[in-house]
């Protein structure tokens, strides 16, 4: 007879938060049980209370473990005071992209929570935090001459959210419109080429001013 396995709760809660993601992220939060999160991860209905309490707050800590990565990059760059708006705006715009590339899952997560509006219901403080810090970084570079003042600080930050996110949420199907050949991530980097040129001369103070 083999000898029982210890109990491992880090593991276990490691599991619980794999298995939500993915299937979270697959067929949105409405329509996952927390027994059929418990099932795929291997643990019995009641370590999801344990660890969790509800599903809702599961939910959040799988939002949470993912962002949280972002948030710190993101957060230091916009603590840099030794580089000029535009130039900050660009590492802010790479940084998001590259935190998509790495967990592509992610931008899924996000958009089925955006049709579930299961984030209005969720307290999770980091994203309206980043927002604030980044379009009081905007605003200040704006008023310093940096970036064009004629459009709100917090609509020139949404709008690079946007650029990036729309393409990490639907670029499978517009290659596919598009008979695009290859691999969906090589057209990552030419994306975001095209990206950086065109916000970053559209955010720019324009000639003259």
Do not use: C
Request: proline share 4%; hydrophobic share 40%.
């Amino acid at each position: 007879m083999s000898p029982k396995r210890r109990y491992d709760p880090d593991a276990a809660r490691r599991d619980i938060l794999d298995a939500a993601e993915e299937l979270f992220t697959e067929r949105g939060f409405g329509d996952v049980s927390t027994a059929t999160i418990a099932k795929a991860a291997g643990v019995s209905q009641s370590q999801i209370h344990y660890h969790f309490e509800t599903k809702r707050g599961l939910y959040y800590e799988v939002f949470r473990r993912r962002f949280a990565e972002y948030f710190e990059v993101q957060a230091e760059l916009l603590a840099r005071i030794d580089e000029e708006g535009i130039e900050r705006m660009r590492a802010s715009v790479v940084a998001y992209f590259r935190f998509f590339q790495e967990h592509p899952r992610f931008a899924k997560l996000m958009m089925r929570a955006n049709l579930d509006a299961v984030h209005d219901k969720v307290d999770e403080p980091m994203t309206g935090a980043l927002l604030r810090s980044g379009a009081e970084v905007i605003a200040d570079s704006q008023r310093r001459g940096e970036i064009r003042d004629d459009v709100p600080a917090d609509f020139i930050l949404l709008q690079f959210l946007a650029l990036v996110a729309y393409w990490f949420y639907n670029r499978e199907h517009h290659l596919a419109d598009l008979e695009r050949s290859g691999p969906h991530e090589s057209h990552d980097e030419a994306y975001l080429e095209g990206v950086l040129k065109v916000y970053l001369q559209g955010i720019a103070p324009p000639r003259g001013s």
